[in-house]
T-cell receptor
């Protein structure tokens, strides 16, 4: 079964540092997403990406966040200057089109200290 | 964002029992999805519903897309120990999913 792969599985970073979370979506999927889940809370939408541009973003996705598809396989989320409240599980997801079910990766646990 | 109310928040069930959980929203959704999340893992899609009134099964799971497009339920029949986990409903409009807060299911053997 095709998978969405995320690396690293766990990242610890100091407040104010930049982090890049990496994802390899399923190869024939065209739509890519980032979601986050603060410990014990529900999954929250951050951003959707299609055709090399952001198609929708939430109010959480402010100027500190950016996404990029640097090559034909990777999809990255960058947080420019991390804050303590950025500590969460970050999930990448992809699908063939927005009406289809999403496949999520196993997540990156980001801990900001 | 759009608010989804998922209930119950948690449940303890006996192995072999049927389980039911539901989600309601004040907003209309074009798609309802049900996911299961195990500890330390990402959500795994269980069932996707695309049309109002649709009733869909996946093994022991059955879900329905409410006729008003504002609600959905998930039933698990004859629960087994591996049904333990957190179940999330999610509604989709445009490019994003809005998730419910989850129902934590614990099965007593």
């Amino acid at each position: 079964e095709p998978e969405v792969t995320q690396t690293p599985s766990h990242q610890v970073t100091q407040m104010g540092q930049e982090v890049i979370l990496r994802c390899v979506p399923i190869s024939n999927h065209l739509y890519f997403y980032w979601y986050r889940q603060i410990l014990g809370q529900k999954v929250e939408f951050l951003v959707s990406f299609y055709n090399n541009e952001i198609s929708e973003k939430s109010e959480i996705f402010d100027d500190q966040f950016s996404v990029e598809r640097p090559d034909g396989s990777n999809f990255t989320l960058k947080i420019r200057s991390t804050k303590l409240e950025d500590s969460a599980m970050y999930f990448c997801a992809s699908n063939e089109g927005p009406i289809y079910g999403y496949t999520f990766g196993s997540g990156t646990r980001l801990t900001v200290v | 964002g759009q608010q989804l109310n998922q209930s119950p928040q948690s449940m303890f069930i006996q192995e072999g029992e049927d389980v039911s959980m539901n989600c309601t929203s004040s907003s209309i959704f074009n798609t309802w999805l049900w996911y299961k999340q195990d500890p330390g893992e990402g959500p795994v899609l269980l069932i996707a519903l695309y049309k109002a009134g649709e009733l869909t099964s996946n093994g022991r799971l059955t879900a329905q897309f409410g006729i008003t497009r504002k609600d959905s339920f998930l039933n698990i029949s004859a629960s087994i120990p591996s049904d333990v986990g957190i179940y999330f409903c999610a509604g989709r409009n445009d490019y994003k999913l809005s998730f419910g807060a989850g129902t934590t299911v614990t099965v007593r053997a």
